[in-house]
């Protein structure tokens, strides 16, 4: 992982290959316990579909999509956030609890929706806070 390296201000999708595209119609944020962020984008699994990344306890990140049926603590190896975008790169295990096709997750558009920049925050406090959370 190099965690030094700049993204563009696109999606970069660094640390593995195979990425699954999404793109954002909603952001939803909040600071209650180390922090939350919401990301609202349509899949084939459910049309309205959402990933709450949620800053625990442990310095990890839980991921939970629609249903807790698809969810998983210390989910995420890295999530970055740019100025129209965010990745998370999930745990293998994360990735079969969660249902995605890949373990690299991209969702554009952020740039369009006018709740990312109390988003940016969130992401940036959890940063801050030793949680694995990138702002580029």
């Given at each position: 992982?190099?965690?030094?390296?700049?993204?563009?201000?696109?999606?970069?999708?660094?640390?593995?290959?195979r990425?699954?595209?999404?793109?954002?119609?909603?952001?939803?944020?909040?600071?209650?316990?180390?922090?939350?962020?919401?990301?609202?984008?349509?899949?084939?699994?459910?049309?309205?579909?959402?990933?709450?990344?949620?800053?625990?306890?442990?310095?990890?990140?839980?991921?939970?999509?629609?249903?807790?049926?698809?969810?998983?603590?210390?989910?995420?190896?890295?999530?970055?956030?740019?100025v129209?975008?965010?990745?998370?790169?999930?745990?293998?295990?994360?990735?079969?609890?969660?249902?995605?096709?890949?373990?690299?997750l991209?969702?554009?558009?952020?740039?369009?929706?006018?709740?990312?920049?109390d988003?940016?925050?969130?992401?940036?406090?959890?940063?801050?806070?030793?949680?694995?959370?990138?702002?580029?």
């Amino acid at each position: 992982m190099n965690w030094n390296a700049r993204a563009p201000a696109s999606c970069s999708a660094a640390i593995v290959d195979r990425v699954e595209r999404y793109v954002l119609e909603e952001v939803m944020s909040g600071a209650d316990g180390g922090g939350w962020v919401t990301l609202g984008f349509r899949s084939g699994l459910e049309p309205n579909d959402v990933l709450h990344i949620v800053a625990s306890g442990s310095r990890a990140i839980y991921l939970e999509r629609f249903d807790q049926a698809y969810s998983l603590d210390a989910a995420a190896i890295a999530v970055r956030a740019g100025v129209s975008c965010v990745e998370v790169d999930l745990t293998d295990d994360a990735q079969r609890a969660l249902a995605f096709a890949a373990r690299s997750l991209a969702f554009d558009g952020a740039d369009k929706l006018p709740a990312y920049e109390d988003a940016l925050r969130i992401f940036a406090g959890m940063a801050r806070a030793g949680y694995p959370v990138r702002i580029e």
